[in-house]
C-alpha cells in the first residue's frame, strides 16, 4: 500500500507522540509499504514539508512543548496524496484537516491518531481544577476535525471510552503505539556514580501533568532516601523549577536527555520505575521500562490509562499523594525478593504490547478503511468551482450551481450501493475533453460493472443511484441537506432514447438527458457523450 502520514511534527525526539510516529513509519517501510510523511521542519527521504506558524497562541503554547503547527500547502499536499491508498493524521490541527478535506476530495480514505488529550491542554492553560474546559475541549477538537472521520486509533481502552463518553462516530479501534524490539532485559552492571544506590527512574517531558514535583517530594519523605538516587530522563518548560527542588535531596538527582540506546542501557541499570503523570493516553515509557524488568509504581489518576499496566495494588499510588509514593517506594525497596518476581511477570505481560503486533493490526486498519474507499483514485479536479457542471458547452440551465456536485458527493452514494470491491480498480485525472467530473462517472461505471451490478439499469450512473427503483431496493443513501436533490436534479430517473442521427439507447454513453427543466438533451457536435 501506498500510506501517506500527516504529523505536524516528526524529525524530533522530545515527546512520545512523534516517536510513536517514527517507529510506525519504520516498520511499515520494513513490510514493504511505501510511506509519506507530511510534516514540517528539515527535508529528507519520503517526507513533504510545508511550513509551521510562528506567531499566535496555539503555536506559542505547542512550541512550549517542542511542537510545530503545520500550515498547510495544497500543492505539497497534493503530492503526497497522488496515488496513494490511505491517509492517516496524528494530531488534529489545521494541517490534518487540510490533508483529510483534499484526501476526500481525491477519492482517498482517511483515518486519524486520538493522541491530543484535551487535559494536557488544560494543565498547560493552569484550568486543571475546571472539568468543564477539558469536555469544552473534546467537544472543540470533535467538532473541527474528528466529526468527519469514520475511522480513529486509540492508543489505549482508557481513551477510547472518552472518545465514547463525548459523542465522537467515528468507529474506534484499540491497539497500542508499541514497545519496539530494543527494550529488553539486560544485565548491565551500574555505572560507578550509581553503584550502592537504589536507582529510581522517570522518563518524560518535564511539564506540569507529568508530575515529577511528586516524585521529588516523595524521594524525599521515604525513610531510605539517604540510598535513593533519583533519575529525571527528558526536557521540558518545568526543568528549571524540578532542578530547585531537587537540589533538596541527599544525592543530587540527574538530569538528561537520553537518546534510544543510551535510555535502553540506563533502564537496565535502575532498580524501580516511577509514572507520577495525572494525564496519560498511553504512556509508552512505562511499558518501555517495565519491557525491561523494572516495576512500575504508577499514579492512579482517573484522566490516565497508565493503571491498566499495573499487575498488584503495590504498583499504584493515590495521584498526587507523596506520601503514599514514598510507603510504595519503601515497600519495593524492603522487599527485594518480591520485587524480582514482579519483574518477571511485568517482562511476560509486555509480550501483548510488541511494536510488530501493533503495526500488524495498524495494517489491517489502513485496508479496511481502504477498502471501505468508493474508488482508488486521484482527481485533480479539487480547485473546480461547485458551479462546474458536466457539459458546460450545452444549455445554460445545466450551469446553475444545484446540478453540480464533487467526487465525494458521488462517492459517497456509491459506497453505500457496494462498499467492497472498489479497490485498485482504476486511477484517473483530468479527461482529454477537460470535464474531469464526466471523466470521473465513467469510471464510476467501470466500478458498477467490475463488481455486477445489474447492467440493465446502467444506462446511467446517478440515476440508478437515486431513481425510484433503487430506492425500492431498499438500499439506504444517506439524507443530507442538499446531497440527494441536487443530484437528482441533475439526472432523469427514468432512461430515455434519443431519436437523433446518433440513435443513442439506455446503454449508451452517460448523461444523454440532464436538466431541472427535464427536457431532452440536444446533442451538439461539440458535445461530449455525443463524439
Known amino acids: 500500500m501506498i500510506i501517506v502520514l500527516a504529523c505536524d511534527t516528526f524529525s524530533t525526539h522530545n515527546n512520545g507522540t512523534t516517536i510513536s510516529a517514527q517507529r510506525l513509519v519504520s516498520e511499515l517501510r520494513k513490510k514493504g509499504h511505501e510511506v509519506r510523511v507530511i510534516t514540517t521542519g528539515e527535508p529528507g527521504e519520503g517526507l513533504y514539508i510545508c511550513p509551521h506558524y510562528q506567531h499566535g497562541l496555539v503555536s506559542t503554547l505547542a512550541s512550549w512543548q517542542g511542537v510545530s503547527i503545520g500550515k498547510p500547502d495544497d500543492e505539497v499536499i497534493l503530492k503526497a496524496l497522488e496515488g496513494a491508498d490511505v491517509v492517516h493524521c496524528y494530531m488534529p490541527f489545521v494541517l490534518s484537516k487540510r490533508v483529510a478535506k483534499l484526501a476526500k476530495q481525491c477519492g482517498v480514505a482517511c483515518t486519524a491518531a486520538f493522541h491530543c488529550q484535551p487535559e494536557d491542554i488544560t494543565y498547560n492553560l493552569g484550568m486543571s481544577s475546571c472539568g468543564f474546559m477539558a469536555d469544552f475541549f473534546y467537544w472543540a477538537l470533535r467538532e473541527f476535525f474528528y466529526k468527519k472521520v469514520n475511522y480513529i486509533h486509540c492508543p489505549s481502552q482508557f481513551i477510547a471510552d472518552e472518545l465514547e463518553k463525548n459523542h465522537y462516530k467515528g468507529k474506534r479501534y484499540v491497539i497500542s503505539n508499541g514497545i519496539s524490539e530494543r527494550f529488553q532485559h539486560e544485565d548491565i552492571p551500574k555505572i560507578p556514580q550509581l553503584k550502592g544506590k537504589f536507582c529510581i527512574l522517570m522518563v518524560g517531558r518535564l511539564s506540569k501533568e507529568k508530575r515529577q514535583d511528586v516524585l521529588i517530594k516523595a524521594c524525599l519523605l521515604s525513610k531510605h532516601a539517604q540510598d535513593i538516587q533519583l533519575i529525571l530522563a527528558g526536557h521540558g518548560p518545568k526543568e528549571t523549577k524540578y532542578r530547585r527542588m531537587a537540589q533538596k535531596l541527599p544525592n543530587p538527582a540527574i538530569f538528561g536527555f537520553y537518546s534510544q540506546e543510551d535510555l535502553v542501557r540506563l533502564i537496565n541499570m535502575c532498580d524501580l520505575y516511577v509514572h507520577a503523570s495525572d494525564v496519560e493516553i498511553e504512556a509508552i515509557s512505562c511499558m518501555e521500562a517495565f519491557a525491561c524488568g523494572l516495576v512500575p509504581v504508577i499514579s492512579k489518576s482517573n484522566m490516565s490509562a497508565t493503571p491498566q499496566f499495573a499487575l498488584c495494588e503495590n504498583s499504584l499510588f493515590k495521584r498526587a499523594d507523596a506520601q503514599d509514593l514514598a510507603n510504595k517506594i519503601d515497600y519495593w525497596i524492603e522487599h527485594p525478593e518480591e520485587k524480582k518476581a514482579m519483574a518477571k511477570k511485568y517482562i511476560e505481560s509486555s509480550a501483548k504490547y510488541r511494536l510488530d503486533d501493533c503495526v500488524n493490526r495498524m495494517i489491517e486498519m489502513f485496508r479496511e478503511a481502504s477498502s471501505a474507499s468508493t474508488v482508488s483514485a486521484y482527481f485533480v479536479c479539487y480547485k473546480q468551482r461547485r458551479s462546474q457542471c458536466l457539459h458546460p458547452q450545452t444549455t445554460s440551465t445545466v450551469n446553475r450551481s444545484p446540478h453540480s456536485y464533487r467526487a465525494r458527493d458521488v462517492g459517497r452514494l ?99 438527458h440532464i436538466g431541472e427543466n427535464r427536457t431532452r438533451h440536444r446533442h451538439r457536435t461539440d458535445c461530449i457523450c455525443c463524439e
Open 414 to 512: 456509491v459506497r453505500q450501493k457496494k462498499r467492497d470491491g472498489f479497490r485498485d480498480i482504476l486511477y484517473t485525472a483530468h479527461s482529454p475533453q477537460g470535464d474531469p467530473l464526466y471523466h470521473l462517472l465513467l469510471v464510476l461505471d467501470g466500478a458498477l460493472r467490475h463488481i455486477s451490478v445489474d447492467e440493465s439499469r446502467n444506462h446511467h450512473i446517478a440515476a440508478n443511484l437515486v431513481s425510484p427503483h433503487f430506492l425500492r431496493d431498499r438500499t439506504r443513501i444517506p439524507h443530507k441537506r442538499g446531497l440527494r436533490c441536487s443530484v437528482r436534479r441533475l439526472t432523469r430517473s427514468t432512461p430515455r432514447t434519443h431519436d437523433g442521427a446518433n440513435g443513442h439507447d439506455a446503454s449508451s454513453s452517460l448523461f444523454h
